[in-house]
């Protein structure tokens, strides 16, 4: 039985993975290089692994260690700079499609709510209390409370916790290959809600795939949950779809 709902967040509840890679995009433009999705992939839905900043100093050393080195010199700035590339690429975003009804729907049912995201507090609350829903959340967990973010399942077990019930009662809601691979392993059942950037990729196998959160009504995107079948293995065809 679902007892609760637990949500990813960037690209989840808001797309902030647009301008996540269009900043580091522009960034990388300026020292005339590009960065596209294959690469950036492995960066969707954690905070450690991919590192951009050093993904594009190895590629301009290639051609000119003394400019890679002077770029490293001036990485603090760099990043400051992305950041506020990011914040001002983001700041009109809002929303997306049936994060407001979803939360409602959960309400009248009686189901607690959460966030388990691989970001910052800072960033995730933030946004959050922007939007005027910060306080639809029982629990809001995110990269600054685990020692590694996913793809380890350490986010959904803190949230589980948090919420007072076992994972397989946590119904998780997320749009990254890493976010799905980590409520996976944390025993959650999982809902992929492709975003404007993980929708072109391949993702891993979920319980359940939507276009949008408002491609069905919540009680019966939980009953489908239900009916599907046991998690396949990666190549396989899993789950069952109910994409707008």
């Known amino acids: 039985m ?15 993975e647009t ?11 300026e020292h005339g290089h590009t960065i596209g999705l294959d690469v950036w992939a492995g960066a969707l839905g954690t905070n450690h692994g991919f590192d951009a900043l050093e993904h594009l100093l190895t590629l301009v050393a290639a051609a000119s260690p003394e400019r890679a080195a002077a ?8 990043r400051l700079r992305r950041q506020d590339l ?4 983001s700041a009109g975003q809002p929303l997306l499609p049936g994060v407001l009804d979803t939360l409602d729907q959960a ?14 507090r800072a960033w995730v609350e933030g946004w959050l209390s922007r939007h005027g829903i910060i306080d639809r959340f029982a629990c809001v967990l995110t990269g600054d409370d685990v020692e590694r973010t ?3 399942p350490a986010l959904f077990l803190m ?13 998780v809601f997320e749009d990254s290959p890493n976010g799905i691979v980590a409520a996976r392993a944390a025993g959650c059942p999982v809902v992929a809600v492709p975003g404007a950037i993980t929708g072109r990729l391949d ?16 009680d019966e995107l939980i009953a489908a949950v239900l009916r599907s079948a046991p998690p396949l293995g990666r190549g396989e065809e899993g789950g069952s779809s109910a994409a707008a």
Request: hydrophobic share 50%.
């Open 107 to 120: 309400r009248a049912m009686g189901l607690p709510c959460a966030v388990a995201s691989s970001s910052g």
């Open 2 to 16: 679902i007892k609760a709902l637990i949500f990813d967040f960037d690209g989840l509840i808001i797309d902030t």
């Open 159 to 171: 949230a589980a916790a948090c919420l007072g019930l076992s994972p397989a009662a946590c119904l």
């Open 71 to 78: 770029l490293r010199a001036e990485a603090a700035a760099i």
């Open 86 to 89: 990011k914040d001002k690429l």
């Open 203 to 218: 993702l891993p196998p979920a319980d359940l795939t939507v276009a949008s959160l408002d491609a069905a009504p919540l």
């Open 150 to 152: 996913k793809p380890d």
């Open 19 to 29: 301008p996540a890679l269009e900043s580091w995009q522009q960034i990388y433009a």
